[in-house]
Every structure is written in C-alpha cells, then in structure tokens.
C-alpha cells in the first residue's frame, strides 16, 4: 500500500516538508479505510471482514446442513489466512451477522449465547458455535464456477473473492453501519421480497426510477419491527437522494386491567435501542419527575419484548403519555439513511434505490456470464474426453494392442486415431471396470445431454434478452424462499403517522405542574423558588448584585426574555436551577451576545398584545405568540442599529398609549396609531431633540393615567386631566405632570 521502507544510510537525511509527508500518509490511510473496512460494496453489501468470514466458512465445510463448529476455529482461520486484525474484533463481527435483532436475514446460524436485544454481552469465542444460512449459501453461489475475480491473501500464500456472487439483495436487505475517513455509510434493512419484486420490475423496465420502485418498496424493514412514522413524501426524498432519515417508534397497545384501570404494553421497540438502557432512562425520568403522568415501569420481556407502562391515573390520555415518552426516550429512534457504497468495489458513491438495485442487478449478470462461460468450458473439456472414450470403445482391442505393445502409448494412440492429448490422458487413466459394455450407452446419453447444454448456453450467451430473463428467474427464486407469507420474510416494520397534539400539551405532560416563583438579579443570575413566595427579603445575592424582579409562574411555564438586541428568547421554566444558590446566568440557557443585555423577563400567557419600543423612540405592537422563540438564538423582532437599543415591552391593556423621555416630557396618543406587525424598527412614538424613550405604558380612557412615585404614593389622572399631554404620534410632548417620579416611569406591572 505505501512505500517500501528502506533503511537510511549513515548521514544520508533527507528533508520532505511536513505537510507533503503528512498529506500523502494520511491519504494512503483514509484509502486503505474507505476501500479495505468502512464501506460496503454495491454488488454483495459486505465489508472485507464479513466477506472474509462467509469464506472463511464455507472453506471449513460449515454450510446450512452441517454440524456447528466452534466460533474460535472460524476467528482462527479469518485472522491467519485473511484478516490480519484483532480476533475480538472478528469475533465482534462474526456475532453481529448472527443476531436476529441486529441482521434482518442473519448470515450466521449461532449456538450459544450471541448476546440479546438488552445489550448483553455473547459468550466467549470457545463457548459459541457457529454455521452459515441460507442466505449466506446464496451469497456464494456459484463462487467455485469461476463467478467472481480472486485476490491474493495478505501474505500471499492464499487467494480471497474479491467480491461475493451475491444472488440475494444484502446491501439493502441487511443494510450496513460504517463509519470511514470524511465519509460514512449507513443503509437500514429492507424488505427482500419488496427488493425483489422492485428489482423484477427493473428488468423489465430498466429507466425506472426510484419513484416508481417505491410502490414497491415502502420503505424500511427494521428486524425488531416498529412503526415508521415519516410521510410518504419524505421517504421518497430520501430514497431519490440517497440520503435521509426515517423517524420509527415502538409499537404499543393499550391494555384493560379491570375496574377502568388499563395499562400500555410495548411489544417492538425501534432497532439498534437496548432495551435495558432504555428502561433505565424511563426509570430516570421518573425519578426526576419529568413524567408526570407515568407511574411505574416493568420489564416483562421473555423471548418477546413486554414493557408494561402504568399511567398515573385512569384519567391520563394514553396517547399523550406515549408523545412525552416518545419525547424523551428512545422508544422514538431517528435512523439515517446515507447509502454511501463502493461502485464496482473502487469508487465510494452516494446511490438512490434505483441506482443501487441496478448495481446488484448488473453484477447478477456479470456472475451469470462468468458461470456460463466456465460451464461451457466444463462442458467443451468433457465432451472432448467423451469423444476419445468413444474412439476406444470403438476400437478396444486395437487400443488395448498399443497399451501392451508400445513403449510410449500415449503418442502412439494420438497418431493411430487422431487424438487430441487430453484425450490419449483420458483414455490411459480409464479403469478397467469402465470397459462394461453399458459404459458405451451411458457415454453417448452423456455427451447428447452436454450437447444440448452447449448449444443453450451458446444461445443464452448471445442473447442480453436471455441473460436478463435468467436473471429474473433466479430473484423469483430467491424471492419464493423468503416471500412474504414465510415467518423470516413477513414484513416487520409497518407505517403510521404520528398523532397530531398540541406541543404545549405534551410539554406539560413531561413536567410536573407546580407553582414556582421566578427570581432574576441585576446581574442576569436567574432561579427559581418553589412555591409561590411574596416576601423575597430573605433572599441572599451575590456581594455585588440584588434583586432586579421576581414572579409567579408554574413549572410548565415557559419564560420570555427580552434583550437590548430586539431579540426575544424562551426558557422552560422546569430547567431554572433551585433557589438554595445564586441560581445561573441567564446566559448560559440562551445565546446572548456579549454586548447585549437583559431587558426584562416575563411568563408567557398567550394571546396578548405586546407593545415593544427603543431608546430612539420607535416602536411597534406585535403578538406574543410571534414572540415565541425555537432555538437558542432567540427570535429578532424589533431591529436596533447600535447605538439604540430595545429599551421597553408593555402589555397592550388599553387604548391609549403614554410615553415619556430621559427629557421628562411625556405624551399620551391613541393606541390605533401605532400599527401591528411581527418584524421591523416600527413607528416614531415621540421626537426628541437629546435622549431619547425612558418609558411606556398602556391604560383604558375609563380608568386614566396611573403612576406612583418614590414613597409609593399612587396618582391617578382622567382624561380631562390629561388634555394638555394629549396629542399624536411622533409629538414632542409637554413636560410630565406635578408628582411624577423622578425616575421617569410609570411603575407599571410587568408583562
């Protein structure tokens, strides 16, 4: 693979520049690993280890029918004549292509422990037997009729396929796991007798594309089972591109316990899920109380899987409490899709189902020529032998004459009746016991039969049409041994879609309701206290921080930040830390830029209005469901160029709006003139010449203006007394009225 090491001689140092020394190694390993372990072929879906296995097999005789042999004696014979690797890795491979919840057509029959869908480990090599299936005789059919090229081994001293014949469909009907050098496969399992099926219609139309398969191949067969709920159009995206996922979850049914009371048993969880761990991480769950309405949960699995889930009461919604489980646990499994194969076994290539069935089916032909053509050449050397059996049959007593008579018989017979050399051999080694007189007629059957298979292999070679209707005939055959009314062929996995729910309702169902008080410092340090709690003056902050605001939510509540930046952020209020510390930065739960600070916090309620304003004085108001946030990033809203900044947001709780200054000039102005929108740097509220907006509120003409100043003496003005600040959008205002706070707010509620 690399260069051949010489030794240097004394002094003689070369200089190679880093880079070049580095780029050209680590290209020769990311080869060696793409071409040589991570990376199935197209034609038989296996990586050389596995390939390396089946034949490693079959030369020690362990076909379908046989005895069992130790798993030690196969590991053994792999690592010295194939695979110069670790023998626990082998045996790792070996024991994989065995379990029936890891392969969904298994190459190997185990005996023994092979481990169980718990994730327990198999027993040791020297306890463990095993033989090949029948899936795996199919994969080397035809492999001693000259089928397939062969390489030399490692040390040369054997020679290996360097590709299986391949009549079943094991790329996608097994799948494959592998993860190279910049690149990575994985193809789920698939359905053998929709492959066949796909790949018959293939014959006969061979510009089909992948679309027009579907109808055929619906999508995954998972061994475990499951139910795979992504739409049909999504499937086929994936399917076309050759890259994608597919969403599979647990199958379960409800079951009556008596007395109104029911539970929920899983039988199928998705594949690759241990289910040890996953009880474990539902065990945690609950300990942790994010299941609420889930009271227990029991393994009752034997051979079959049975995980029996209690609700909290008889009341709770079975299909909400399977969403929130499916939420948090594996019994929802996202598996990818990404059908990264060697093209002709040199080139790695992303294929679509199309493409990678028409790989299999070329290959399919190939072996057929291949086998044809050695056979025919079987046929042609055995004919030739025939006919030199005839000739001494014809004239025995003359042949047995120059057996006892000449010193060298054999160029002697060749000359007397024209032999070919193969022939005059053939004659020489003839036993005795073959010169009774039937041998005569069984010869001239025997050469009329070959005959008659020369002249249809001559024909079958000539003819594409004929190759491909033998071809056809070959995947009825394999599609027969494991169609779908056979107990390894019947489709496993099925299609569902999943329950529409309202997100909110299964979010609560993950949390335990239970009112909390919210806590945030000056400094952005937030927590959460439980309980509803009025008197916060025991509450300790850091030395150089204090209260900034607190209020009431629940642990289902979701909690709305509003930044300097315009942004708007959520936070789960069940993910605040405890009130015993000083609680965490805000930050750490959103992605806050480094020069942008809190504004405010608040629970979101839902449905309100919410008017939003800068320093310069524009705003907007915008609904609090658009305030809603899905990522850390937060959601822009209302668009600041520094130096401005979001300085307010108020509830909508009226039909007038106030305003005032850093000038301590206030203006009220109807709520009409300020319009609705999602996104934008809104509308002038107020001009000012220096400063700009402290701060703004809302309020009902009925009710009047409300503010209280420093010693919390509250003031109340009507509209009548308003009439001197009243005026439009985008007004100067007049200087605040006698009595209001010098710390130019209204002293609102918070949102």
Request: a neutral charge; aromatic letters at 6%.
């Amino acid at each position: 693979m690399g260069k051949e090491l010489i030794p240097p001689v004394p002094g003689d140092v070369q200089e190679i520049p880093l880079r070049e020394a580095l780029e050209e190694r680590y290209l020769a390993y990311a080869l060696s690993t793409i071409m040589h372990r991570a990376l199935p072929d197209a034609r038989d879906g296996l990586k050389p280890v596995h390939r390396r296995l089946i034949y490693a097999m079959r030369q020690l005789r362990l076909d379908p029918g046989a005895a069992f042999k130790k798993s030690a004696r196969v590991v053994g014979d792999v690592i010295g004549k194939f695979h110069p690797h670790g023998d626990q890795a082998v045996y790792d491979a070996l024991v994989r292509l065995a379990q029936d919840f890891a392969q969904r057509y298994p190459l190997i029959d185990g005996q023994g422990n092979f481990g169980n869908i718990d994730g327990d480990n198999p027993a040791a090599m020297r306890y463990t037997e095993a033989r090949l299936t029948e899936v795996a005789r199919l994969l080397l059919d035809g492999i001693d009729e000259d089928a397939v090229d062969f390489r030399p081994t490692y040390d040369g001293t054997e020679e290996e396929p360097t590709v299986l014949p391949g009549a079943f469909p094991n790329l996608l009907a097994n799948g494959a796991q592998g993860i190279a050098v910049g690149m990575a496969t994985s193809i789920p399992p698939h359905n053998v007798a929709e492959l066949c099926d796909a790949a018959l219609h293939l014959i006969e139309h061979r510009k089909a594309g992948t679309r027009d398969l579907m109808k055929f191949v619906r999508g995954p067969d998972f061994p475990t089972g499951g139910v795979v709920v992504d739409p049909p159009a999504a499937i086929a995206e994936a399917y076309e591109s050759g890259r994608g996922s597919f969403r599979v979850r647990a199958r379960w049914h409800k079951e009556d316990t008596g007395r109104g009371t029911y539970a929920i048993v899983v039988t199928e969880i998705p594949w690759l899920v241990q289910k040890s761990r996953l009880v474990e991480k539902i065990a945690e769950l609950l300990t942790e109380r994010k299941l609420p309405l889930l009271a227990d949960v029991r393994d009752e699995s034997t051979d079959e899987v049975r995980l029996v889930l209690e609700p909290r009461a008889r009341t709770v919604d079975p299909v909400l409490l399977m969403e929130s489980l499916f939420k948090l646990t594996e019994l929802e499994s996202r598996i990818p899709l990404n059908m990264n194969v060697l093209v002709k076994g040199r080139v790695p290539k992303v294929l679509g189902l199309a493409e990678a069935l028409r790989e299999w089916l070329d290959h399919r032909r190939n072996v057929l020529l291949r086998r044809s053509r050695h056979r025919l050449k079987t046929i042609e050397h055995r004919l030739e032998v025939l006919g030199g059996f005839l000739v001494a049959y014809l004239n025995l007593d003359e042949v047995i004459r120059i057996i006892r008579e000449e010193d060298e018989p054999k160029p002697a017979l060749m000359r007397r009746f024209d032999l070919t050399e193969v022939q005059a051999d053939a004659i020489l080694n003839m036993r005795l016991r073959n010169l009774r007189r039937l041998e005569e007629m069984e010869i001239r059957k025997e050469n009329s039969d070959l005959t008659k298979e020369k002249e249809t292999i001559e024909k079958l070679l000539a003819s594409e049409k004929m190759q491909w209707k033998t071809v056809a005939w070959e995947i009825k055959q394999v599609r027969k041994t494991f169609g779908p009314d056979t107990p390894l062929g019947k489709r496993r996995t099925s299609f569902g879609e999943a329950p529409e729910h309202d997100e909110a309702a299964i979010e609560a169902a993950m949390v335990e309701r239970e009112p909390i008080t919210v806590v945030v410092s000056e400094k952005g340090w937030i927590r959460s206290l439980k309980g509803h709690v009025a008197d916060l003056s025991g509450l300790q902050f850091k030395s150089d921080d204090r209260l900034n605001l607190a209020f009431f939510a629940e642990t289902t509540s979701k909690l709305i930040v509003f930044a300097t930046n315009g942004r708007f952020y959520t936070i789960e209020a069940s993910k605040l830390p405890g009130g015993r510390g000083h609680g965490e930065p805000v930050r750490l739960f959103i992605d806050l830029e480094q020069e942008a600070d809190l504004v405010t916090v608040f629970p979101f309620q839902g449905g309100r209005k919410l008017l939003v304003a800068s320093v310069s004085g524009r705003g907007f108001v915008v609904p609090e469901d658009e305030c809603l946030a899905n990522t850390r990033k937060g959601k822009q809203v209302l668009n600041v160029e520094a130096p401005d900044e979001a300085r307010v947001v108020v509830p909508v709780e009226g039909e007038w709006v106030a305003t005032v200054g850093e000038n301590r000039k206030v203006l009220i102005f109807p709520l009409e003139q300020v319009p609705e929108m999602t996104r934008g740097r809104g509308v002038r509220l107020q001009r000012y010449k220096d400063g700009g907006l402290s701060d703004v509120t809302t309020f009902k003409a009925a009710e009047g203006l409300t503010w209280a100043d420093s010693s919390g003496r509250v003031f109340t003005l009507s509209m009548k007394d308003l009439a001197d600040w009243r005026g439009n959008r985008a007004d100067a205002g007049r200087l605040a009225p006698k009595g209001f706070p010098r710390s130019n707010t209204f002293g609102r509620a918070r949102p």
